[in-house]
C-alpha cells in the first residue's frame, strides 16, 4: 500500500504589526498574477499530498477570506489559523500535530523561501536511498540561514540555526520519513530547551534524530536555485521579475 504525504507550509504566526493599510502578506504578492503561496502550494501539489496544511496568521485568515482562497488552489489544501505567538517554526509546526502524528510522510516548506527544483524528485532521491529524515541545501555562509554539516557520505550529522558550521546552508525545505517521527524529534528538542535566540527551530531538531541513529540525507541545489523571500526588497524583486530564479 502506497503511503500518503502530508505538506506543512509555514507561513508565520501573526499579522505583521508594520504592515501599511492596503498592504497585502508577503505570502499574496504576486508573480504574474499569480500569489506567492498559490506557487508554492501549485508546486506542492506533485508531490500528490494527502493535505497541505498552510499555517498562516489568525487575523490574515479571517481579515483576507483565505480558507476560501487555500481551499481553490489545490482540493488537499487548507488554512491553518495560528492565533498566538509560538516559540519559533518548530512550534508552530506542532500545531497541526493532529493532522500529521503518522506513519505519513511529511514535508515542511517555509512560504519565504524559494527553491527551483521539483519537490518531487527530491523526496523521490531521500526515499531511493533509504533516508529516515532529509534536507536540501546549498552553498552559503550567511548566518541568516541554518546549516548541517555532513560526512563523507554525505549524511547530515549535526545541525544548527544561524550558526555557519559549514557551507551547507537549508534551504528551508525538509523531508521526513514518518510526521510521528518529525514530532518526536521536536519534542525531544525542546525538553532539552535548545532554543536559539529564544526560539525553537526546524533544524536543530535533526540533531534528536542523528542521537537516534537515524539516516538523514542532503540533496544538493546551486545557490541560483534559492531564493529568499525575507525583506521588502527580496520581495519586490520578486514580483519585478515574474518568479524566475
Given amino acids: 500500500m502506497k503511503k500518503t504525504l502530508n505538506i506543512i507550509i509555514l507561513a508565520g504566526t501573526k499579522a505583521e504589526d508594520t504592515r501599511q493599510e492596503g498592504d497585502f502578506p508577503y ?53 491553518f489559523p495560528v492565533h498566538e505567538t509560538t516559540k519559533g517554526a518548530a512550534c508552530t509546526a506542532l500545531l497541526a500535530s493532529e493532522l500529521i ?79 510521528s517521527m518529525f514530532i518526536e524529534a521536536v519534542k525531544n528538542m525542546i525538553r532539552k530547551d535548545a532554543k536559539v535566540n529564544d526560539a525553537f527551530y526546524i533544524a536543530p531538531a535533526l540533531n534528536e534524530l542523528v542521537l537516534q541513529h537515524k539516516k538523514i540525507g542532503s540533496y544538493r541545489v546551486s545557490p541560483s536555485q534559492y531564493r529568499p523571500l525575507k525583506s521588502a526588497a527580496q520581495l519586490h524583486a520578486y514580483e519585478v521579475q515574474g518568479g524566475c530564479v
Fill in 101 to 179: 502524528d503518522s506513519e505519513n510522510e511529511l514535508v515542511i516548506i517555509s512560504a519565504n523561501e524559494i527553491l527551483d527544483e521539483p519537490f518531487a524528485k527530491v523526496a523521490t532521491v531521500f526515499r531511493n536511498e533509504g533516508r529516515d529524515a532529509g534536507v536540501v541545501i546549498f552553498k552559503s555562509l550567511h548566518p541568516r540561514y541554518a546549516f548541517v554539516r555532513l560526512n563523507d557520505a554525505g549524511e547530515v550529522v549535526e545541525a544548527t540555526e544561524k550558526n555557519p558550521i559549514s557551507p551547507n546552508a537549508v534551504s528551508g525545505m525538509y523531508w521526513f520519513k514518518s510526521g
Fill in 27 to 79: 505570502y499574496l504578492s504576486e508573480a504574474d498574477g499569480v500569489p506567492l503561496i498559490q506557487s508554492l502550494i501549485e508546486n506542492c501539489a506533485a508531490l500528490n499530498p494527502d493535505k497541505i496544511i498552510c499555517l498562516l496568521p489568525n487575523a490574515d485568515v479571517n481579515k483576507y477570506h483565505l480558507r476560501n482562497m487555500v481551499s481553490q488552489m489545490h482540493p488537499s489544501a487548507v488554512a
